[in-house]
C-alpha cells in the first residue's frame, strides 16, 4: 500500500494485529478442548486411550491436508475470504462438540461428532492462520512480512497457552458446553469482526501450477518440519521425561520454553529484515540443537529447564526466518498458496513427533528423543546452510 512507508512502528504493529487477532480466535479454539477431550473420550465414552488420541489427533492431519488450499484459496479469493471461511469452521466445531455431549447415552455418535468437529476445527486452523498472515503482509507490504509472521506467531502460542487451562476451568464449571459454547462465540464473532474489515485486493498475474510452488519451497518446509521435532520432543513428553527421572518441575520446563521463545520473536524477530533469514535461521537452528543436546545429558531438573529455555530460544524464529525466504520464491499472486504450503510441513513435523518418538522411547529409552530431535535439527541446519550457499552463489 502507498502509505506504508510512512507509518510508524506503533501503526504498522496496529494494522497487523488488526488481522492477527483472527489467528488468536482461531487457536484459543484449539487450544481449550485439547486438556479435555482425551479425558472425555476415555472415561465418559468408555473409548481406549488409542482412540483418544486418535480424535485429538484427527484436527492435525485436517490441518495438514488443507494448507495448500487454504493458500490457494486465498491467492484467489482474497485472504479476507478464507478467514471468515475458517472462523465458520472453528465455530462449526464447537457446535458439533456440545451436540457429541449431548448424546453420551450413544457414544458411537457422540464420538463420531466429536471427530467431525475436529475435521471442522483442522480446516478451521488452516484457513483462518494462513489467510490472517497472508491478509497482514498484504495491508503493511512485502518489506514487513517477516514482522507479520512473528506477530501471528506470538498470538498462536498465546492463544494455546492461554486455551488449555482456560477449557478445563470452563469444562469443570459448565461442562463440555462450556468451552464448546466459547468456541462457537468466538467462531461467530470472529466471522462478524472480519466481514466488516475492508478486504484487500487480489493480486493479478498468471499464477503458476502448484507443483511449480511446491519444488521451489519445499527446502525451506523440509528444514522447517525438521526443526519443529525439537519442539514437539519438549512439549509432547518432557513430562514424561520428568516422570522417568522422579524429578519435580516439569511445568516449569514448558513455562521457560515458552519464556525463551516469546522473549527472542519480541527481542529479535526485526534482524530477520535486517541480516535475512536464512543467516537467522542458522543462528537459531544451532541454539535448538545446543538445547537438545543439553536436555539430552542434563542430570537435573535445572539443567533440563535451561535446555528448554535454550531450545525456545531458538526454536523462536525458524518460522518466521524461513517463511520469509519461502514467500520471496514466487510472484505475489502465488504467496498465499507458498505459505500455505510451506506451513505444512510445520504440522507434518508435529503430527509425526509422536509416533516415531515412541518407537525410540520404547527402543532406547525417554533420552534418547532428545538425541534424535537433536539430529533432525542437525538435519535441518545443513538444509538451511545449502540454501543460504545457494543464494551466495546467486548474488
Known amino acids: 500500500m502507498s502509505d506504508v512507508a510512512v507509518l510508524s512502528n506503533s501503526q504498522l504493529n496496529k494494522r497487523i494485529l488488526s488481522v492477527i487477532i483472527f489467528t488468536f480466535f482461531c487457536y484459543l479454539s484449539v487450544g481449550l478442548p485439547l486438556a479435555v477431550l482425551p479425558g472425555f473420550v476415555k472415561n465418559q465414552l468408555g473409548f481406549s486411550s488409542f482412540i483418544a488420541g486418535l480424535i485429538i489427533s484427527l484436527q492435525y492431519f485436517a490441518t495438514l491436508l488443507s494448507r495448500p488450499q487454504s493458500g490457494s484459496l486465498a491467492d484467489r479469493l482474497g485472504p479476507k475470504r478464507v478467514v471468515m471461511l475458517g472462523l465458520i469452521c472453528c465455530g462449526m466445531s464447537g457446535v458439533l462438540t456440545i451436540a457429541a455431549a449431548l448424546v453420551t447415552g450413544l457414544p458411537m455418535l457422540s464420538l463420531a461428532l466429536l471427530a467431525l468437529g475436529r475435521l471442522f476445527l483442522g480446516v478451521g486452523e488452516s484457513f483462518s492462520s494462513t489467510g490472517s498472515t497472508l491478509w497482514g503482509m498484504n495491508i503493511v507490504g512485502p518489506l514487513q512480512t517477516a514482522r507479520v509472521i512473528s506477530w501471528n506467531g506470538v498470538a498462536t502460542y498465546l492463544a494455546m497457552a492461554i ?107 526485526r534482524y530477520i529484515t535486517r541480516f535475512g533469514g536464512l543467516k537467522v535461521s542458522l543462528v537459531s537452528f544451532v541454539l535448538e540443537c545446543l538445547g537438545l543436546l543439553i536436555i539430552w545429558q542434563a542430570d537435573s531438573a535445572w539443567l533440563v529447564g535451561g535446555g528448554a529455555f535454550l531450545t525456545g530460544c531458538g526454536f523462536s524464529l525458524i518460522f518466521p526466518a524461513l517463511g520469509v525466504e519461502a514467500v520471496k520464491q514466487v510472484e505475489r499472486q502465488d504467496q498465499g498458496s507458498a505459505l500455505g504450503t510451506y506451513s505444512a510441513f510445520l504440522d507434518l513435523g508435529l503430527g509425526l513427533t509422536g509416533p516415531v518418538a515412541g518407537l525410540f522411547i520404547a527402543h532406547w529409552g525417554m533420552q534418547s528423543v532428545y538425541l534424535a530431535a537433536a539430529v533432525m535439527v542437525s538435519g535441518a541446519l545443513l538444509i538451511t546452510l545449502r540454501l543460504h550457499l545457494k543464494s551466495l552463489v546467486r548474488n
Do not use: Q
Open 163 to 269: 486455551g488449555a487451562p482456560l477449557g478445563v476451568l470452563l469444562n469443570s464449571g459448565f461442562g463440555m458446553s462450556g468451552f464448546a459454547g466459547l468456541v462457537a462465540l468466538m467462531g461467530l464473532a470472529g466471522y462478524w469482526l472480519a466481514s466488516n474489515k475492508p478486504a484487500v485486493s487480489v493480486s493479478v498475474g498468471e499464477r503458476i501450477p502448484f507443483h511449480r510452488v511446491f519444488s521451489r519451497v519445499w527446502l525451506y518446509g523440509l528444514a522447517l518440519g525438521f526443526g519443529t521435532i525439537g519442539f514437539g520432543v519438549i512439549a509432547t513428553f518432557i513430562t514424561l521425561y520428568f516422570a522417568s527421572r522422579d524429578w519435580n518441575g516439569a511445568a516449569l520446563a514448558l513455562s521457560v520454553f515458552s519464556l525463551g521463545f516469546v522473549l527472542v520473536r519480541l527481542s529479535f524477530g
